[in-house]
């Protein structure tokens, strides 16, 4: 069956980094668009990075930009998040995403993960 695992959260303090993964397995991973998503206690779930399923492009609201990184490793059916300089405001559940992509366009809803707590504090 479909399965994204995710790993890696942990509690940091501000300033610190922390490294996401997202194991994949049922489905062909390297035919999907990988996604991180957020939510927070009282806002909206947020994407924070998306990275293509072709050509590896990347894309970051304003919010990360700068600080966050996604990359994928089809070999090994998984992606990552690395996020440095951390926040308070980063503390969230983080879900992994994976969403097929068929010429170019979405051709299926999304695939989700259980999430993973991040808590930056001091």
């Known amino acids: 069956q479909v399965q994204l695992v995710e790993s890696g959260g942990d509690l940091v303090q501000p300033g610190g980094s922390l490294r996401l993964s997202c194991a994949a397995s049922?489905?062909?991973?390297?035919?999907?668009?990988m996604s991180w998503y957020r939510h927070a206690p009282g806002k909206e779930r947020e994407l924070v990075a998306i990275?293509?399923?072709?050509?590896?492009?990347?894309n970051y609201p304003e919010s990360v930009k700068g600080r966050f990184t996604i990359s994928r490793d089809n070999a090994k059916n998984t992606a990552y998040l690395q996020m440095n300089s951390l926040k308070p405001e980063d503390t969230a559940v983080y879900y992994c995403?994976?969403?097929?992509?068929?010429?170019?366009?979405?051709?299926?809803?999304?695939?989700w993960g259980q999430g993973t707590q991040v808590t930056v504090s001091s």
């Open positions: 995403s994976a969403r097929l992509v068929v010429n170019g366009k979405y051709f299926s809803d999304p695939y």
């Open positions: 990275i293509s399923s072709t050509d590896g492009s990347t």
């Open positions: 049922g489905f062909t991973f390297s035919s999907y668009a």
